[in-house]
Nanobody, 124 residues
Framework: QVQLVESGGGLVQAGGSLRLSCAASGRTFRNYAMGWFRQAPGKEREFVAARDWRGGIAYYADSVKGRFTISKDNAKNTVYLQMNSLKPEDTAVYYC?????????????????WGQGTQVTVSS
């Protein structure tokens, strides 16, 4: 069983920054690929970013490329999402997810465990 707990969400003005954290339980965290997804009101959950188990390969949605950075700290069992130049359209509940295969993909169906989500609100 893997438990994921997100933190770091909040209210920020457009152009500002936030860093989300996701703390994971489990001694084999280093073997997991980790991803971030988001869901805005009335919309489906969408992929944001992912890193493979080594932390060497990263994937980003086109809408966040160049603004967001995903990083994985195996020593702290934590994955981060640094979000810069935030826009009102980034407003959503952000979820972290663990892919036990270690690959990390853009598809939510490939992830085995999910956090409870953290709200990010960007005001214009």
């Amino acid at each position: 069983q893997v438990q994921l707990v997100e933190s770091g969400g909040g209210l920020v003005q457009a152009g500002g920054s936030l860093r989300l954290s996701c703390a994971a339980s489990g001694r084999t965290f280093r073997n997991y690929a980790m991803g971030w997804f988001r869901q805005a009101p009335g919309k489906e959950r969408e992929f944001v970013a992912a890193r493979d188990w080594r932390g060497g390969i990263a994937y980003y949605a086109d809408s966040v490329k160049g603004r967001f950075t995903i990083s994985k700290d195996n020593a702290k069992n934590t994955v981060y999402l640094q979000m810069n130049s935030l826009k009102p359209e980034d407003t959503a509940v952000y979820y972290c997810a663990a892919d036990l295969s270690g690959v990390g993909t853009r598809s939510a169906r490939d992830y085995d465990y999910w956090g409870q989500g953290t709200q990010v609100t960007v005001s214009s």
